[in-house]
Nanobody, 121 residues
Framework: QVQLVESGGAAVQAGGSLRLSCAAS????????MAWYRQAPGKQRDFVAR???????YYADSLKGRFTISRDNAKNTVSLQMNSLKPEDTAVYYC???????????????WGRGTQVTVSS
């Protein structure tokens, strides 16, 4: 099995910063891309950022310049640095990873349970 566990969510004031982390563990052979999504109350889950194994990054257009995704391949972790936070950034943030398990040939997508970020004005 593979588990993804997010951490770092908190309540902050507008203009503040937070750093989210996600650690993957279990029977992992390799991890392809890792990503962050978020889901605000009453809304669908939206893409935030993705990082490939080699470090290429992709961002939701509206978040470019404020959010930065990074990963540590040796530790199977992915982080999301969030700056200049706004109330509309309030959401549950989910980690996502494409993982090839030991003994498998194809990757499967795994999700964490999420971490709450609340930004007050």
């Amino acid at each position: 099995q593979v588990q993804l566990v997010e951490s770092g969510g908190a309540a902050v004031q507008a203009g503040g910063s937070l750093r989210l982390s996600c650690a993957a563990s279990g029977s992992i052979f390799s991890i392809n891309s890792m990503a962050w999504y978020r889901q605000a109350p009453g809304k669908q889950r939206d893409f935030v950022a993705r990082i490939a194994t080699g470090g290429t990054t992709y961002y939701a257009d509206s978040l470019k310049g404020r959010f930065t995704i990074s990963r540590d391949n040796a530790k199977n972790t992915v982080s999301l640095q969030m700056n200049s936070l706004k109330p509309e950034d309030t959401a549950v943030y989910y980690c996502n990873a494409e993982v090839v398990r030991v003994g498998d040939y194809l990757a499967n997508v795994y999700w964490g349970r999420g971490t709450q970020v609340t930004v007050s004005s």
